[in-house]
């Protein structure tokens, strides 16, 4: 209930978020079963049921001494008249409480419905219906977009004109994880499997984002920042500025997402002049993606088994003025992503998962669930490092070469030995090899063992990255850029280019807030003394070999037994 208001009402009154909490109060006390299994049994059982519930909450509001100092008494009344549902039609704060009780039905109790035999799929409708006239106008849309069981998708009763889709306002969605949180219940159910599954038990994935906040800030006062802040930066081409170190990482297959999927990435890129990755797995052409837009385009490559096809696509970069190529390296195969396994493709969108600049045109018998597998089908596993010499003949010297997907210090310093121009601590957002380290620990393993690599190569980062303050502290210790992935997709899901735009508008402003209150208006002056990182030192390896600080027994050596 509470997550759900603080998406319906972000800034609910104290009284609300009590009713909200209080909704179904002991509710076990009162079974339904101790009334008449009819409708009047029903009604009887729900109006008995609120107004114990109510009494019991005001009961505890007033007598608890933990609430210090003790609630008014209005405010007590409030909670239990809102507990109530009193005035529906006419009290805003009560249409809310309904409106959020009906989202918690749908989002995690309508399932049940569905498993029940004696329900059918009149009864479902029926539900479905009763819930969608009981929930306020703008909020139906979350309700609507809910997967349907199977058995009611094709339900021409469903199809009702009131039950057509509007989405909230862009300017109401105020942070990243507003735009998360709605993909979350409004996007079908393969899209939202392939946007949201990660390696194994998503360990890295959480602690990509979880890690930022172990680290603390250390603000300097007393410093004017009245001024105008620039993010302006060059990433991987000196004499292309871009208006933020903000980037839109590389995804793929952009249509499952929006019918223009990468197309409208591009524009929303162009209008702010952010830098734009283009996945080798995208849902259009790189000719197409680079006909949209001036901004700074870069072009992710996983290298194809057939090395005939990766050979066009990189000598076709310059023409195309993309300033360079980031091979892939943290996915030679594809991280076990047990929710894109589980969830089948829809019929309908099946011509949506067609990638042509990569190997995969389609998704064969047996196989309808992983994308991802299906997607990886034609990375070529057996690529190396002499490889980035081969990819450095296809693209001449104009075009920069990136390694996307380092993940140690010895890695870093080997890409730096080899020439090439950057890389980007990444693992894929957690995609690939779970309990791999969280993205910005790499930061710090780089800083304290190979410190040259950010003076020889350009560092970027990405993975996790919800904050503005994450992307301060991310700059703030050695990154050129910063990438996002997820939630470039949560915002061109909800609301194409204007979408994007809004997300990276939210994250730019964000660390513009950041820098004024740590006392900077540039970021030349952004370094590592801003950041306390004491939580997270010990998990920092202390050198670049590959042995253990004090497990020395190895395997190979003979045994007496
Ligand atoms: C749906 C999805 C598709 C992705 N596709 C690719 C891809 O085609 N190539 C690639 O190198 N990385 C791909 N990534 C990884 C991103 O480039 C990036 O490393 C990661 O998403 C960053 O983490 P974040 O999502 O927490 O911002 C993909 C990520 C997601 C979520």
Redesign the pocket.
Known sequence: MTRWLALRKPDASPALQLACRAQHFRRWELPRSSYPMTRAGYLTWRSKQKSVAASQVAELLASSEAIQPPLPKEEIDRVAALVRKENLKNDEETQILEDVACLVFLDDQFDDFESKPEIDQDKIVGILRKTWGKMSAPYKTHGRSFPLPPACQSSPQLQHPKMTLSKPPLSSLLSTHDFHQLSLTTLPPKPLA??TSTATDSHT?RS??TTYSLLLLRPRILIPVHKPISLCTTLLSSSFLCSSPIYA?????GKLFHPRGELEIAEACSNLNIAQ?I????SFTLEEICSVGNHAKHF?L?MDKDRENSKKLLKSLQGLGVKSV?L?VD?PVMGKREADERVPVAEEDKEKVLAPMGGTSCITEGEEGALGRV?GSYVDASTCWDDIKWVREQVGEEVKIVL??VQTGADAKKAMREGVDGI?L??????SLDTSTATILLLLELQKNCPEVFDKMEVMI????MRGTDVFKALCLGAKGV?????V?CGLAGYGRDGVSRYFEILSKELETSMRMCGVTSLDELHPGFVNTRAVDHLIPDGLGDDHPYAKWKRGGKSKL
């Open positions: 392939f946007l994935h990509n984002t990482s590389a995804t793929s297959l990755v996945s080798t797995s995208a992710q996983y980031w892939t996915a997607m996307k997907g980007v990444s693992n894929h957002g957690g995609r990405d993975g996790g990255v990438g996002i992935g997820r939630g997709l």
